[in-house]
């Protein structure tokens, strides 16, 4: 935990990272993390599912464990109810960025899209459990499936349940997510993820000074 902030401190900025698997999302995190982090911004970075000791519990179950589609959105949604609980509300209410890799947007677009659940169901999730918050600025990592898979391969690691679907997964998922940004322009940027990381890095930094540092 970092230090607590009087109560006068302004409302911390929630920031989230979003795109299939091996658009990039975890490479660019840590920059963003460091480039906040140097301009004297108390920030923390965490991960969805996961973010807190129960949440990575289930996320465990989430990446290993064969379950029903609407399991998995409940499971999804149980971890985010006590991510924002336990640490996310309490952060920004204090003063404290947060910077999350993946949050509602990803369950959208892959239990929605990639999986075929119900959207009133994801809506009637989301309602219940976030009614009132979404992120200050979302960065959709976009790139397409092909390339995104040759990365993963790349890395050698084990693949989770969901690195192992197969293209037309990731084609619905990215489809998904580019819906979701055209429904909330505003706060979801779109990052052209095919091209180098440096490029990237710049445009990411670019969006955050302009959007919160000007
Ligand atoms: N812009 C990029 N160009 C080429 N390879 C990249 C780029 N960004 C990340 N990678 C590589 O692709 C793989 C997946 O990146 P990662 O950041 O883990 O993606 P994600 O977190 O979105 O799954 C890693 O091996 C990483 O080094
Ligand atoms: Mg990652």
Request: proline share 5%.
């Amino acid at each position: 935990m970092n230090q607590q902030h009087s109560g006068t401190a302004p409302r911390g900025r929630f920031i989230t990272f979003e795109g299939i698997d091996g658009a990039g999302k975890s490479s660019q995190l840590a920059a963003t993390v460091a480039l906040l982090a140097a301009r004297g911004i108390d920030v923390e970075q965490s991960r969805e599912p996961g973010g807190t000791a129960l949440g990575e519990r289930l996320r465990e179950l989430l990446l290993h464990e064969p379950m029903h589609l609407e399991t998995e959105a409940m499971l999804m949604f149980a971890a985010r109810r006590e991510h924002l609980a336990a640490r996310i509300e309490p952060a920004l209410a204090a003063g404290r960025w947060v910077v999350c890799d993946r949050f509602s947007d990803a369950t959208f677009a892959y239990q929605v899209g990639g999986r075929g659940l119900a959207r009133d169901k994801f809506d009637a999730l989301e309602a219940w459990v976030h009614p009132n918050l979404q992120p200050d600025l979302t960065l959709l990592f976009d790139l397409a499936p092909e390339i995104a898979a040759a990365r993963v391969a790349a890395t050698g690691a084990d693949p989770d349940r969901f690195e192992r679907e197969q293209r037309d997964f990731f084609v619905r998922v990215r489809a998904a997510y580019l819906e979701r940004a055209r429904r909330a322009p505003q706060r979801i940027c779109v990052i052209d993820a095919d091209r180098p990381p440096e490029t990237i890095r710049a445009d990411i930094e670019r969006l955050v000074r302009e959007r919160f540092l000007a």
